[in-house]
């Protein structure tokens, strides 16, 4: 690699000796983009520095929980006074009472919630509960949809799997494996034919699949599912970890008014700190050890860190700062289509739902993973390496979303839109 030119470089070099890839999350690499990462030293509202001093505009936001942008000024505030209090206590606390009462208020499928610190954690845990429910074990999932980094999910899983190219990981048992069906997204048919096929525990699905790049679901496809899985006696289970308290307070359940039997979140439940919840029916929830018979336990779960920066997360996210988010993706998506239109030579379809949304390089937007690996990869990573060079900073994946937060400003798309149009232009 020659000799380091910049502080990023010499970081990466340590870095690459003792962390595998460099890494401790293998999309961080920005190898699919075919680059070095940059290693940042501090962010502030919508912008990050790297350790050479230069600044971006942000649409990475940690991959979705920075909902408020970084070091909000509030929940720095929270997060410091809980420090103070003491880090964690491995006993119960007020807060982790509240943030929970303020996600059963906010979400439909929601009566009781179980902390977790992480959102593999979260579904790990939810299909344990889904398989004890219904006495089965077999799990349906879409390709493309990804649940975290669960042995029995991992299969076409999108994220930073399609990002390196990997369908499924070694290391996984065939029969963990063998115990999950995947089918394509938004594809009536290979439904009805697996739901025929087969007695499933669970579906679990993303309501708005954002880990193939943003994917929605075609009118119609996520009630015949709903319908579907009942019918066949399994439990509907949302991941909503991206979309949980982003596309509404109410997550995608709210939005789409479809009501899951345990819902999934993560993300912005932790405003930036290590949370996650798994929650549903008192029901289905009071099968939880100690309430009831189903194992599951975390020594930092509701860690008081984290519940405060949830809490000064969700007591910010209003009718007003939904309209917000949903003003900025709008501007930022119709931005992106329309200096791509200008520029003329490179086909961009921008999929956007009011919190997210994803630049595919190519001419129609995708309905499913397929699809999306359609996209020229090869364009995406140029544009992103044109972006950086322009001080912005987008997911360095195809298969990622991009994510506006409410500390980005109509200035902030605007610079973004001018960037893309001459990277464009460059490419
Ligand atoms: C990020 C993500 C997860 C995994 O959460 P981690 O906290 O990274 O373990 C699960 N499901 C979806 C939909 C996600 O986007």
Same mark, same amino acid.
């Given at each position: ?169 070694? +290391?996984? /048992?065939?029969? !963990? @494996? &063998?115990?999950?069906? $995947?089918?394509?997204?938004? *594809?009536? =048919? %290979? ?110 779960? +509701?860690? /008081?860190?984290? !519940? @405060? &920066?949830?809490?000064? $997360?969700?007591?910010?996210? *209003?009718? =007003? %700062? ?106």
């Amino acid at each position: 690699m020659g000799v380091p030119v910049s502080a990023s470089a010499e970081w990466q070099a340590r870095a690459l000796a003792v962390l595998p890839g460099g890494v401790n999350s293998p999309v961080r690499a920005m190898r699919s983009i075919g680059r070095d990462p940059v290693f940042i030293a501090s962010a502030e509202g919508s912008h990050i520095r790297d350790v050479d001093g230069n600044e971006y505009i942000d649409w990475v936001c940690s991959w979705g929980p920075l909902i408020l942008g970084h070091a909000d000024p509030e929940l720095v505030a929270a997060v410091s006074e809980a420090a103070r209090r003491g880090t964690s206590y491995g006993a119960p606390t007020p807060g982790e009472v509240l943030l929970a009462e303020a996600i059963v208020a906010a979400m439909p499928g929601v009566e009781m919630v179980r902390m977790t610190s992480s959102g593999t954690e979260a579904a790990m845990s939810a299909i344990r509960l889904a398989r004890a429910v219904t006495g089965r074990e077999t799990l349906l999932k879409f390709a493309g949809c990804y649940h975290g980094h669960v042995d029995g999910l991992l299969a076409d899983a999108g994220s930073g799997l399609a990002t390196q190219g990997i369908p499924a990981s070694p +290391g996984v /048992p065939a029969g !963990v @494996a &063998a115990a999950t069906i $995947t089918i394509p997204f938004n *594809d009536p =048919a %290979a439904l009805t034919q697996a739901l025929a096929r087969h007695r499933f525990a669970a579906v679990l699905v993303e309501p708005i699949p954002a880990n193939m790049g943003l994917v929605p679901a075609a009118p119609g496809f996520l009630e015949l599912l709903a319908d579907g899985i009942r019918a066949n006696g399994g439990l509907l289970v949302f991941d909503e970890v991206i979309s949980g308290f982003r596309v509404a307070r109410g997550g995608a359940q709210a939005r789409l008014g479809i009501t899951p039997d345990l819902t999934i979140m993560g993300k912005v439940i932790g405003g930036g700190l290590p949370a996650a919840a798994y929650g549903g029916s008192r029901e289905h929830m009071e099968r939880i050890a100690p309430a009831g018979d189903v194992y599951q336990a975390g020594t930092l779960s +509701g860690n /008081p860190l984290a !519940v @405060a &920066a949830g809490l000064a $997360t969700l007591a910010r996210l *209003d009718r =007003a %700062a939904y309209d917000r988010l949903a003003a900025l993706t709008d501007r930022l998506a119709a931005g992106l289509r329309e200096v791509a239109a200008q520029v003329g030579r490179h086909p961009l379809s921008v999929r956007a739902v009011p919190g997210l949304l994803t630049p595919f390089f190519r001419a129609d937007a995708p309905e499913d993973y397929a699809q999306a690996r359609e996209s020229n990869l090869e364009t995406y990573g140029a544009f992103c390496r044109e972006l950086l060079a322009r001080g912005v900073y987008p997911p360095p994946s195809q298969f990622e979303a991009w994510f506006p937060s409410l500390a980005h400003t109509d200035a902030d798309v605007d610079a973004t839109i001018a960037a893309a149009g001459a990277a464009l232009a460059a490419i």
